[in-house]
């Protein structure tokens, strides 16, 4: 048997100074985030120990701590940096985000970006 492990958090809103217009630069805005990291564990089911797996406040806390640092241009950038900063995690092995910005527009719906990144030498 072949385990397949993910750790997901969907519809993530963050506060982020992001974008390029004018009206994007007055302030703050919402982001949406939903993240997937595929996870290398050979035992994560065999244990109850928190040190086995993926603590589940880092997917978090990386969004947080990236849309900290001042004004962000692009979504492209933010989930790039996003990307690379979960696969330096030793157990995430790939990684899709997918950002939008619900508030941008006067119309209803959101504009958005996703990435799917895999570490080196990871084929999937």
């Known amino acids: 048997m072949t385990d397949q492990w993910q750790i ?6 963050a506060i982020v100074r992001i974008g390029v217009h004018d009206f994007e630069r007055t302030g703050p805005q919402r982001l949406i ?19 086995s797996v993926v603590d589940y406040d880092f997917v978090r806390a990386e969004i947080l701590n990236r849309v900290s640092g001042g004004h962000i241009e692009t979504q492209e950038k933010l989930i790039s940096d996003l990307a690379d900063a979960y696969l330096r995690h030793a157990r995430v092995s790939r990684v ?9 527009y006067p119309e209803p719906g959101a504009i958005g970006v ?3 990144r895999c570490r080196s030498g990871d084929s999937r």
């Open 8 to 13: 997901r958090l969907e519809d993530f809103e």
């Open 96 to 104: 899709e985000i997918f950002s939008r910005k619900p508030d941008v």
């Open 33 to 51: 985030f939903t993240v997937r990291l595929d996870l290398d564990y050979a035992f994560a089911g065999d244990s109850d120990d928190l040190a």
């Open 114 to 116: 996703s990435l799917v």
